[in-house]
């Protein structure tokens, strides 16, 4: 036993060594006692462990007693970073614990996926390349029908968080119009990040390109759906970088394959999608098997953003890098974690 805080590391899927680089870790293991468990075995720490630990590095599933026994607990760093309502947040709150997630380290590498996808999506970038290496290819003009610029097009954005933010800086060079609808956000926050907050039906009928970076929630699932995807202008882009549970997934498809719009989706129903899925052979759809967030530069900056907090936590201060769980919509959260990092 030594007199350093002690932290009590299960961030899996994530690792240690995926979350923080190496003199990073070496700093955590300086600063603080880490005791590395799972999420099944917390519970079954022997007291002296469990009334030691400052800071949880992980989401475990806690029950009330389990919390009970975590007396000198003072932050939960989620680094999955979506929310599992799998403790009760009332009482973790009222004992003035923090719930903190890392995911704003996602933004800006889905911000740039989404770019990039939008790009293709608009210039036939990707279906030009199959095209050529079928020996199918088009020359100059002929291939670019329906095609179109981003530049100056209506863009907008469902869900105006983190990364919905992120994709509105990245766009600005191409100087859109910003179309945002985030039932959750206050207008004047909106319009701070450059865009005119208008109603679902408003964006989807205006906008050339449709970025869908809404979290799943409790009162949301699968509100994008046939009528919405009709209402879209005929040959939009729709890009999916959130969840497909805010999707009804089958209509998305529908949509698609009757050419009414164009689409690209990094993520799916079920992940990875069974092999046989119609979804693998439909054109006009840009496949991308979950990778928008994942880049290893992203995760390490999670280590750097705990350990700055630990830092001011330690120190009587509130956590100012990681973002705070909100009491109001902790408990409302269902975009399910990751199971592939
Ligand atoms: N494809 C990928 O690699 C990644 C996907 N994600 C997913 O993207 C989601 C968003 O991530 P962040 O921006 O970091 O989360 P965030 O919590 O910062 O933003 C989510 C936004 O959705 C808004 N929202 C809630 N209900 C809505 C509704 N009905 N319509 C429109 N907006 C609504 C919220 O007000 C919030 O502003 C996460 O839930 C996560 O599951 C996150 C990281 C990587
Ligand atoms: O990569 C993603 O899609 C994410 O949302 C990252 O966070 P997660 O591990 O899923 O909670």
């Known amino acids: 036993m030594t007199d ?19 003199d990073r870790l070496a700093e955590l293991h300086a600063r603080y006692e880490v005791i590395e468990t799972t999420d099944e075995d917390l519970p079954g720490l022997p007291d002296a462990v469990l009334s030691r630990a400052r800071h949880i590095i992980g989401q475990p599933p806690l029950d009330t007693a389990t919390l009970a026994r975590l007396s000198a607990l003072r932050c939960v760093f989620n680094v999955e970073s979506n929310l599992l309502n799998n403790m009760p947040y009332d009482e973790v709150f009222a004992r003035g614990i ?19 996808m939008a790009l293709s999506l608009l210039r036939g970038i990707h279906s030009a390349d199959a095209d050529f290496r079928a020996g199918t290819e088009r020359w100059g003009g002929d291939g670019n029908a329906g095609m179109r610029q981003l530049s100056g097009a209506t863009v907008g954005i469902v869900g105006f968080g983190d990364l919905g933010r992120a ?7 191409f100087r859109p119009r910003l179309l945002v609808h985030d039932p ?13 907050p208008v109603g679902l039906d408003a964006l989807l009928a205006q906008s050339d390109v449709v970025f869908v970076t809404a979290a799943v929630t409790s009162e949301n699932a699968g509100f994008l759906g046939a009528e919405a995807f009709a209402s879209m202008k005929p040959g939009a882009a729709f890009i999916l970088l959130s969840r497909a549970e805010v999707v009804d997934f089958e209509a998305l498809m529908a949509a698609v394959d009757r050419g009414h719009i164009r689409a690209a989706t990094d993520v799916f129903p079920q992940e990875p999608m069974p092999a046989d899925h119609p979804v693998r052979g439909l054109e006009g759809l840009l496949l991308s098997a979950h990778r928008a967030g994942a880049l290893d530069s992203a995760f390490a900056q999670m280590g750097e953003m705990v350990l700055e907090d630990m830092d001011l936590i330690d120190r009587g201060l509130p956590p100012q890098v990681c973002k705070r769980a909100e009491r109001e919509t902790v408990a409302r959260m269902r975009s399910r974690p990751v199971s592939v990092n």
């Open 184 to 196: 959750w956000q206050a207008p004047s926050v909106t319009r701070a990040g450059g865009a005119e």
């Open 4 to 22: 350093k805080p002690l932290v009590i590391s299960c961030p899996l899927p994530r690792t240690l060594p995926l979350i923080f680089a190496p």
């Open 98 to 116: 923090h719930v903190v997630t890392t995911g704003a380290v996602f933004a800006l590498p889905v911000a740039e996926m989404g770019l990039g």
């Open 167 to 173: 994709l509105g800086r990245v766009l600005t060079g």
